[in-house]
């Protein structure tokens, strides 16, 4: 149970009021005496939310976040196409050159014929959880999950004691790492999120390795050079601590810290507030890359510390994406989740190969980045939405203090209901599509209006904009949603524009180059005709001159057969 969930501390007069038994909740130490020695991760001190909604109550929305979102997911990132996977999840057979050779590919086969990854794969169904997660990564993302949770990511998923496939997501990670994708702090970015998985293995395990984090915000970017300036191997001090000093010293040159900054200080505060037992011993190694293995108590972690500090939870967010993503049919189906795992793995081993090439060449350079692929990779992000959000006021770095109110600005907005689902898995998955039940989608899409963009709150506390802009007045903010609305409609006709010009000049050149072809058969035509009829009028004449020939010859012929019978009567006179 995250720790926004939990009631705070009764009084000592007060009546005991006995725990509410929830189908597949985390114990809750405040209730359960026996929590100490679960084995699973457990919330520190009571936060201000009185309570979790069960799986019946409804959970207001703010319909501007449901525009902007909708907005987001419907321009931004719409349904992946199946001509889309080439880039996100990778070519069925990748393109040959000097950088990929047929020898790489026979190569890589053969690792990939020899290992566990392989067998996981055929064991693979296309369930609920699974199917819902490729389709939350891929439209939210723009990557597959192996994409994501990848040593070219520094991540690796580590599983937890108990029955389990090696290399097999479990069904509880799968639903809890769904869930968090779409929420609109990572902006749509896989590396924002696995930056915070990252900082909470960090926390977790203290681990004092250098972090090469990747951040234009002012106090991360500090803390990379802090990691630079490191020579030797492990850190004297702890990371967070690190973390901590580049944020004060960016504070005080007056620059603003990022949202993302903000949310590591509460990801180590629900970290020190837990208590984690049995979770394996941490592979900080895997195919020649550093990097932390993810498990369900980090997700739980991140999870609690989204709760904590900002105005709309974990499911909250993903009830929105719901309402936002639309009806449109999405892939993969359950049938085809196996020949996406294969097709994604194949695709990771080739840029681990090359990533190590080029490594070798700058030891280095692009290490966990894997930017060279064999084949395409899905377009990079504008530079403007690369930037981190800032925040409007600082999260204050002192651990004992109590966390500042995040939702001030929670009845700002009109709202419509929306179902909740369980605390263990996104509302609505299981469904056979992987995503909302259709019941659920239509009730709010009657509520929600279809039209319009509206720029999500600006207030600190809200959810990061799924745009990036700096915080701003309400005024500032409809003035910059009238100026997008207007560059996005100029840009959408000038496409147009362009388009039909395309169209146009495609056609006119068409139509000249069947014209111009007309003419020369035409002209081909006539030559062949005026070559055919002299051919014929010198045959007509040669004839018409031998049977003028011949008949003269004939006439000769029949005068001498006159003459010779004269001559022959001359003579029988003379005898007689």
């Given amino acids: 149970m995250s720790e926004s969930t939990k009631r705070p501390r009764q009084a000592d007069d007060a009546p005991e009021r006995p725990p509410k038994r929830r189908r597949d909740t985390e114990p809750d130490p405040e209730t ?15 936060k201000k939310v009185t309570g979790r909604p069960g799986k019946n109550a ?40 000097d950088t990929w050779t047929q020898q790489d590919e026979d190569e890589m086969l053969a690792e990939w014929d020899a290992s566990p990854e392989k ?5 693979i169904k296309g369930d609920g959880p699974t199917t819902t997660m490729w389709k939350v990564c891929l439209r939210t993302f723009r990557c597959s999950p192996l994409g994501m949770i990848s040593p070219l990511m520094g991540l690796r998923y580590q599983t937890m004691p108990g029955p389990s496939q090696p290399g097999i997501w479990s069904r509880e990670f799968c639903n809890r790492l769904t869930a968090l994708i779409p929420y609109s702090i990572w902006h749509g970015r896989p590396k924002r999120l696995a930056m915070a998985l990252q900082y909470a293995v960090i926390c977790r395990t203290d681990d004092r390795r250098p972090w090469m984090l990747q951040s234009s915000c002012p106090a991360l970017t500090r803390l990379r050079q802090f990691m630079d300036d490191v020579e030797d191997s492990e850190l004297s ?42 979770v394996p011993e941490p592979v900080t190694s895997e195919k020649g890359f550093e990097v932390y293995s993810v498990t369900i108590p980090d997700l739980k972690v991140v999870v609690a510390a989204i709760d904590s500090c900002m105005s709309d939870t974990v499911d909250e967010a993903y009830q929105v994406f719901k309402v936002a993503k639309g009806n449109r049919a999405e892939i993969p189906k359950g049938s085809q989740v196996r020949q996406f795992y294969e097709r994604a793995a194949l695709h990771q081993l080739r840029r681990i190969t090359i990533a190590h090439r080029d490594q070798d060449e700058d030891e280095g350079e692009g290490q966990g980045e894997g930017d060279e692929m064999a084949g395409p990779q899905p377009d990079p992000e504008p530079e403007a939405e690369l930037e981190d959000q800032f925040s409007s006021d600082q999260v204050p770095d002192d651990e004992s203090e109590s966390e500042s109110d995040s939702s001030s600005d929670s009845g700002s907005y009109p709202e419509v209901e929306v179902e909740s689902g369980s605390d263990h898995e996104p509302s609505g998955m299981g469904a056979d599509d992987g995503f909302v039940l259709e019941d659920d989608n239509e009730a709010v899409n009657d509520k929600v209006d279809d ?6 709150s600006p207030s600190r506390q809200s ?15 409809h003035v910059v949603q009238d100026v997008a609305k207007m560059v996005n409609d100029i840009l959408k006709k000038e496409r147009e524009e ?12 068409l139509k000249s180059c069947q014209e111009r072809m007309g003419l020369e058969m035409q002209q081909r035509m006539n030559e062949l005709q005026k070559r055919y009829e002299a051919e014929i009028k010198a045959l007509k004449e040669a004839l018409k001159k031998e049977m003028t020939t011949r008949t003269k010859g004939n006439e000769s ?16 006179d003379g005898t007689t």
């Fill in 119 to 123: 067998v996981a794969c055929a064991s």
């Fill in 498 to 509: 362009m388009k039909s010009f395309f169209e146009s000049s495609l056609e006119s050149y």
């Fill in 557 to 572: 012929r029949g005068l001498d057969d006159q003459i010779q019978p004269a001559g022959n009567s001359l003579a029988d």
């Fill in 58 to 97: 409804s959970v207001p929305l703010s319909k501007e976040r449901v525009k902007a979102a909708r907005s987001f997911f419907q321009d931004s990132r719409p349904p992946v196409r199946l001509e889309d996977l080439y880039k996100f999840v990778g070519p069925i057979a990748p393109p040959l050159s």
């Fill in 237 to 278: 001090q702890s990371i967070h601590h690190m973390h901590k000093r580049s944020r004060s010293l960016a504070t005080e040159a007056g620059q603003q810290i990022s949202t993302l900054s903000d949310l590591f200080i509460f990801i180590n505060r629900t970290v020190r507030g837990w208590t984690f037992e049995r």
């Fill in 451 to 456: 039209d319009g963009r509206v720029q999500v």
């Fill in 32 to 46: 359960d005496p026996e929590s100490e020695h679960s084995h699973s991760s457990s919330p520190g001190p009571a």
């Fill in 463 to 477: 959810t990061a904009p799924l745009v990036n802009t700096p915080s701003m007045t309400p005024m500032a903010s």
